[in-house]
């Protein structure tokens, strides 16, 4: 019968490859010392229903290179410490954009319109791209983004965005990207 050998054993018999393993991927000693440790803790606790007939060295290279993996992916979320703070952008008026009435009037849309609204006007998106979205056909985007605007007209009394050709009303009557 194979009995396997106790954990301290493996440990001290295998701990060099897995360092080398952990090593290779990671740059730094203390990102490798800590996939190192958490290779091993994860296999103490995997090791009672490993069969004594497996691979060892293979089982704790497998287990090192996904925790050096683990390290690496943790590394690249972690926030960036710099030295100031980036300054926020000037607003042309002195009160906060999301205090502007329009702003009031669009976040008192109900959320379809706001969407469809925001979409088609704000990210210039056609109404079978804004029917993806939100799940339904081009003619209910349209109608959503339609009831948006007059919605706002009626709310603020003027149109909502003006380009340097036309308005939002002129391009919504003509019936562009249909």
């Not at 706001?114 to 109608?143: D, K, N």
């Amino acid at each position: 019968m194979n009995t396997k050998e106790p954990f301290e054993t493996v440990v001290s018999r295998h701990g060099p490859v897995v360092w080398r393993v952990c090593r290779a991927v990671l740059s730094t000693h203390a990102d490798t010392e800590d996939a190192w440790s958490e290779t091993f803790l994860a296999a103490l606790r995997a090791y009672p229903e490993l069969p004594a007939t497996a691979n060892v060295q293979a089982w704790l290279v497998t287990i090192a290179h996904r925790k050096a993996i683990d390290v690496v992916r943790a590394r690249s979320r972690a926030a960036v410490p710099v030295a100031a703070l980036p300054e926020p952008p000037a607003h042309q008026d002195d009160r906060p954009e999301h205090d502007s009435p329009l702003w009031v009037a669009v976040a008192a849309l109900p959320p379809r319109q706001r969407h469809a609204v925001a979409y088609r006007y704000l990210g210039g998106l056609p109404y079978r791209q804004i029917a993806e979205l939100l799940g339904g056909t081009p003619e209910a985007a349209r109608r959503a983004a339609a009831d948006g605007v007059a919605s706002l007209r009626r709310t603020l009394a003027e149109p909502l965005v003006e380009s340097p050709t036309r308005t939002v009303a002129e391009t919504h009557r003509t019936g562009e990207d249909r």
